[in-house]
């Protein structure tokens, strides 16, 4: 009798062992993963208050609720999908699914730069906050990267084995951010606004607010504080019923984190007297402080204390999460050929994405080092430049995601004929998120704080990437025509 499936070679049976450790991640795990990647208390030490500097000032509650409701359309067409579809390469594989091939090859290297950025970028931000710590508490001078370089050591570590142990050390850093967080939101509630002198004022909420200043400026800021909800597909393979918790963890991640983000700036606004709050951040020596001299003023220099050491492990369980969005999408590219075959395998008894690891830690160390040696300030540098750029190539994956839903949907009729989720939402969601990446391009310098060839040099390498990848598809179809007709599939 014959049959249509070939026999699995040598190479297909040794990659079919390699595989991630099935059952390990329920709702809860996959959302502490993708909220840690958030990072809610840096969203709100680092970025709700210069989107007020720079941005639509008391507006930005309603412009963090847009921002939400948008992610929110946005998650129907791609949760759609993910009950249909499980892999760990995520967008590279809706991509590849939806719009061939090609186009998938450029998602996935462009989502290998994008989350690289993002991570490593992020290693700036960990290093400042410790080193200022250190220096304001025991008046030590120690130099950032040390800091940064023992921080990748830490990650390296729990990357490189079974993922449970990520999941354990994420909820608890999670849990303490969100809370001291929430208790500092309280307490300006019970006491008022304007440090305590008068009431709370809905004006943070209304029409008026939201249009003040530059809404499109606020918007960028508030989009790039929800980078990394979109990370729940990458742990499908790793869920307990993946067509589930996917979508379940992507819908809690983005209302847990869009009613999280809009409550407490609403607050923070009310804080400082929303009629006060551009002139007040400006007059700040450092915008990021804004934060803590609300937390000073309502509960007392102790509890900010707290708070700075929350916002350090607040960064490093952000980094941790990015660093194991990477592993696991370079371990799904080396599976599928589109990175060496031995990127696509895992540990033995962890069962863990290991090389992956060790090289996303590998990369880290030496970009790293390129700043160190360049003299490069960690903050003005490493951190803006590179979360910025990892910004970009995440909306730009967002939104071709988007419109492969659209696709996918129109080939296979018979999985989903609800046109609200596989045509309206996606369509409506993907015109948004272009919109929202040919703005953030346009006004990259006063996203970056730079002007000169940086403007032009970071975005294209966005570009560059996506070009290597559909280069590299097409590499893989002369070399191997069957694993080129699989690439993106569903695994069961």
Same mark, same amino acid.
């Given at each position: ?13 040794t990659?079919? !062992? ?7 991640? #329920?709702?809860? #795990?996959?959302t ?14 680092? @970025?709700?208050?210069? %989107?007020?500097?720079?941005?639509n000032?008391?507006?930005?509650? @309603? ?11 946005f998650?129907? *067409? +791609? ?10 390469? %995520?967008? +590279?594989?809706?991509v ?7 186009? *998938?090859g ?25 080193a200022g ?15 940064v370089?023992? #921080? ?17 050390? &994420? ?9 001291v ?5 309280v ?31 606020a ?60 002139? +007040?951040? %400006? ?7 804004? &934060?803590? !001299?609300?937390?000073? $003023?309502?509960?007392?220099?102790w ?16 980094? &941790? ?11 799904a590219?080396?599976? !599928?050929? &589109? ?13 863990s994405?290991?090389? #992956? ?40 994956l ?8 659209v ?16 045509l ?17 391009? $346009?006004?990259f310098?006063l996203?970056?704080?730079?002007? *000169? ?16 990848g559909?280069?590299? $598809? ?10 080129? %007709?699989?690439? @993106?599939?569903?695994?069961?």
């Amino acid at each position: 009798m014959s049959t249509d499936i070939p026999s699995p070679t040598a190479n297909e049976s040794t990659r079919s !062992e390699h595989q991630l450790r099935r059952g390990s991640l #329920g709702v809860f #795990g996959v959302t502490f993963f993708v909220i840690s990647a958030a990072a809610p208390l840096t969203a709100m030490a680092g @970025g709700a208050p210069v %989107a007020m500097l720079l941005g639509n000032g008391p507006g930005v509650p @309603g412009a963090y609720l847009l921002t939400a409701i948008t992610l929110l359309v946005f998650a129907v *067409g +791609y949760t759609a999908m993910a009950r249909h579809h499980t892999s760990t390469g %995520a967008f +590279y594989s809706y991509v590849t699914r939806g719009l061939r091939q090609q186009l *998938g090859g450029a998602a996935a290297y462009l989502a290998l730069l994008s989350y690289n950025a993002m991570q490593i970028g992020l290693w700036g931000l960990f290093g400042a906050a410790v080193a200022g710590f250190f220096t304001d508490e025991f008046d030590l001078d120690v130099k950032w990267w040390i800091f940064v370089l023992i #921080g990748i050591a830490i990650v390296a570590v729990l990357g490189y084995r079974q993922i449970d142990l990520s999941v354990k050390v &994420l909820s608890v850093l999670v849990a303490a951010e969100f809370l001291v967080v929430i208790i500092l939101a309280v307490v300006i509630a019970i006491k008022g606004g304007d440090f305590g002198t008068t009431s709370l004022s809905i004006t943070p909420l209304t029409p008026s607010a939201l249009t003040t200043g530059s809404l499109p400026i606020a918007l960028l800021f508030c989009f790039a504080s929800f980078v990394g909800f979109e990370a729940t597909s990458i742990y499908s393979e790793e869920a307990k019923d993946p067509k589930r918790t996917v979508p379940r963890a992507t819908f809690l991640a983005v209302g847990t984190i869009g009613i999280v983000y809009t409550a407490v700036t609403f607050l923070m606004v009310n804080g400082a007297g929303v009629g006060n709050i551009p002139d +007040y951040i %400006a007059q700040l020596a450092d915008p990021t402080s804004f &934060l803590f !001299e609300l937390s000073n $003023s309502y509960i007392g220099p102790w509890y900010t204390t707290i708070m700075r050491i929350l916002f350090i492990t607040s960064v490093f369980a952000a980094v &941790l999460a990015f660093h194991n969005a990477v592993a696991r999408y370079t371990y799904a590219l080396g599976r !599928e050929g &589109l990175l060496p075959n031995h990127l696509g395998r895992t540990h033995r008894a962890h069962q863990s994405p290991h090389v #992956g690891s060790v090289v996303q830690s590998a990369v880290a160390f030496v970009v790293v080092m390129i700043f160190v040696l360049a003299g490069q300030d960690p903050i003005l540098a490493l951190f803006t430049w590179l979360t910025n750029l990892g910004t970009l190539g995440v909306i730009a994956l967002m939104a071709s995601a988007s419109f492969a839903v659209v696709a996918f949907f129109l080939r296979h009729r018979d999985l989903d004929r609800n046109a609200l989720r596989t045509l309206v939402a996606p369509v409506v969601a993907g015109v948004a998120l272009v919109a929202i990446l040919i703005y953030a391009i $346009s006004n990259f310098g006063l996203l970056i704080s730079s002007g *000169g060839v940086l403007v032009w040099l970071l975005p294209s390498l966005l570009l560059v990437a996506a070009v290597l990848g559909a280069i590299a $598809s097409v590499v893989l179809r002369s070399h191997s025509p069957q694993r080129y %007709a699989e690439m @993106g599939r569903h695994r069961e």
